[in-house]
T-cell receptor, first 112, second 113 residues
């Protein structure tokens, strides 16, 4: 079936460190891939997305590249800030009209 | 401002009681969704609706019920049959054909007394 696997957290970094959160997927066909972010006590917000192989999604300094050969969509940021502390969810959409499938989420904690 | 509103923010349920979580959106979206969030388990789909008067079960529908009588509203009832209801519940909406971009409410934390 279709699924998303994320690296387990929590991830703890110092400010200005490099961030990578791994995400791999299993899906039939050619899914679209997403990263959502959840700040404490809030709902999720779309961070970035990529709809086809080799596409790079980017937003607020975060980037992720859709790698079909490795079925991956790893999230990266060159220099994290304290305000980036949140839970990050990788997700996929394999068919229009169906709900998104989410990974389990990775908690990021950035200290100054 | 357009958005999606969940209420209440916190809710407590007694044994054997049904409780209803409210979700309202003024984004003119056709599709609406309910997810349950548990620590370490991510988001799991309970129910979703692509159009008024129609809805489909998600992965963990047992013990829950929904209705979609109006486009703007998609209430979720947690019935007494749901034996482990304590969780954070998230409602979301999207345009038809754009299920990829979901707009989320701020969630309801349900706890059992």
């Amino acid at each position: 079936g279709n699924s998303v696997t994320q690296m387990e957290g929590p991830v703890t970094l110092s400010e200005e460190a490099f961030l990578t959160i791994n995400c791999t997927y299993t899906a039939t066909g050619y899914p679209s891939l997403f990263w959502y972010v959840q700040y404490p006590g809030e709902g999720l917000q779309l961070l970035l997305k990529a709809t086809k192989a080799d596409d790079k999604g980017s937003n607020k300094g975060f980037e992720a590249t859709y790698r079909k050969e490795t079925t991956s969509f790893h999230l990266e940021k060159g220099s994290v800030q304290v305000s980036d502390s949140a839970v990050y969810f990788c997700a996929l959409s394999y068919q229009a009209g169906t709900a998104l499938i989410f990974g389990k989420g990775t908690t990021l904690s950035v200290s100054s | 401002d357009g958005g999606i509103t969940q209420s209440p923010k916190y809710l407590f349920r007694k044994e054997g009681q049904n409780v209803t979580l409210s979700c309202e959106q003024n984004l003119n979206h056709d599709a609406m969704y309910w997810y349950r969030q548990d620590p370490g388990q991510g988001l799991r789909l309970i129910y979703y609706s692509q159009i008024v008067n129609d809805f489909q079960k998600g992965d963990i529908a047992e013990g829950y019920s929904v209705s979609r009588e109006k486009k703007e509203s998609f209430p979720l009832t947690v019935t007494s049959a749901q034996k482990n209801p304590t969780a954070f519940y998230l409602c979301a909406s999207s345009r038809t054909g754009d299920n990829e971009k979901l707009f989320f409410g701020s969630g309801t934390q349900l706890s059992v007394l």
